[in-house]
């Protein structure tokens, strides 16, 4: 996204986010830490990026599917694991939404802006027709509403931003290379393509279009 980004607007302020940030180089882009499961990062650092000024963009292009102790998506409700849930809430839900927390009162007041979470089609519920997986849709679910009720309060402040939730698509990336065998050679993007299919439905949103949740080709996907 930081790379897309750069390409379409050469010149502007970047900045990435990370847990590690001298495991990530952009040039023209300044690196700083912050962590999901950290508020306090999270705070210093739209601090640390209010300073230079309030950002047009803010993109939370975060998740977990299969978890840091391999535990993956269930198939069954036998498989609920507390633990397991609760850490795919902190990171798929709660974590982005303490950026938004931190970050929506730092956008501009009189111009457009947009805060973008990355979600996924499956937190979908009226989609849902296979079941399974059913911490990563209930956390992506729960994103969704979350980032619906931050649109609401933003419009209060900040009528000409918004906030959403975008779908992009199956990315051949580590997160979904266990889940790959079923998709059509075209609908695997890689991240270069998912990038650009995301800034371009971001670049297209109208006011009406905060608080929901899209594709990566744009469509709308009903909660």
């Not at 999270?42 to 977990?64: C, W």
């Not at 730092?106 to 089609?121: C, E, G, T, Y």
């Amino acid at each position: 996204m930081l790379a897309e980004l750069r390409r379409r607007h050469d010149g502007i302020m970047l900045y990435g986010l990370a847990r590690a940030p001298d495991r990530v180089a952009h040039a023209g882009c300044q690196i700083l830490f912050a962590d999901l499961e950290d508020e306090g990062s999270i705070a210093r650092a739209a601090q640390r990026v209010a300073s230079e000024g309030p950002p047009d963009l803010v993109l939370v292009a975060t998740g977990a599917l299969t978890l840091d102790d391999g535990t993956g998506p269930e198939k069954s409700l036998r498989a609920l694991d507390a633990s397991a849930m609760a850490r795919s809430y902190a990171v798929n839900a709660i974590g982005p939404a303490l950026v938004a927390k931190h970050f929506l009162p730092i956008l501009p007041r009189d111009r457009r802006a947009v805060f973008a979470a990355i979600s996924a089609r499956v937190g979908s519920i009226s989609d849902n027709r296979l079941g399974g997986w059913h911490s990563y849709r209930a956390s992506k679910a729960a994103l969704n509403m979350l980032v619906r009720g931050a649109a609401i309060e933003l419009a209060r402040t900040h009528p000409r931003a918004l906030a959403v939730t975008l779908h992009p698509g199956t990315v051949d990336t580590g997160l979904s290379a266990p889940f790959q065998r079923a998709v059509a050679p075209e609908k695997l993007f890689s991240p270069a393509q998912s990038a650009g299919h995301l800034l371009d439905v971001i670049e297209g949103l109208g006011p009406e279009d905060s608080g929901h949740c899209f594709a990566w080709d744009g469509a709308r996907i009903p909660f």
